[in-house]
């Protein structure tokens, strides 16, 4: 089994940064695939970013190319989402996830084995 716990969300103006963290334990597993999804009051999970575990593919939605970067420390079991120039429009619960195998940079919930319990983040204009 395996256990993730995002934090680092929070309240923040329009044009701002955050990190969020996500921590891992039991199961951890360095080539392990991760992505972040997000959910906005009134919407389905969306897909935001991913990292395969075995081949490092990163992959990022449109709409946060360019102002957000997946990362993770495989020592600290820690994964990364740094999100700048924040828009009113990433208002959302986010959440990590991990994918088992490896082989999939995941982009879709039914890739996915483990997810977090999300983290608000709420920009304001």
């Known amino acids: 089994q395996l256990q993730l716990v995002e934090s680092g969300g929070g309240l923040v103006q329009s044009g701002g940064s955050l990190r969020l963290s996500c921590t891992a334990s039991?199961?951890?597993?360095?080539?392990?695939?991760i992505g972040w999804f997000r959910q906005a009051p009134g919407k389905e999970r969306e897909w935001v970013s991913c990292?395969?575990?075995?081949?490092?593919?990163?992959n990022y939605a449109d709409a946060v190319k360019g102002r957000f970067t997946i990362s993770r420390d495989n020592v600290k079991n820690t994964y990364y989402l740094q999100m700048n120039a924040l828009k009113p429009e990433d208002t959302a619960i986010y959440f990590c996830?991990?994918?088992?195998?490896?082989?999939?940079?995941?982009?879709?919930?039914?890739?996915?084995?483990?997810w977090g319990k999300g983290t608000s983040v709420t920009v304001f204009s």
């Open positions: 039991g199961a951890t597993n360095r080539y392990h695939s």
């Open positions: 996830a991990v994918e088992t195998s490896g082989l999939v940079c995941p982009s879709v919930p039914r890739d996915i084995n483990y």
């Open positions: 990292m395969a575990g075995s081949f490092r593919t990163i």
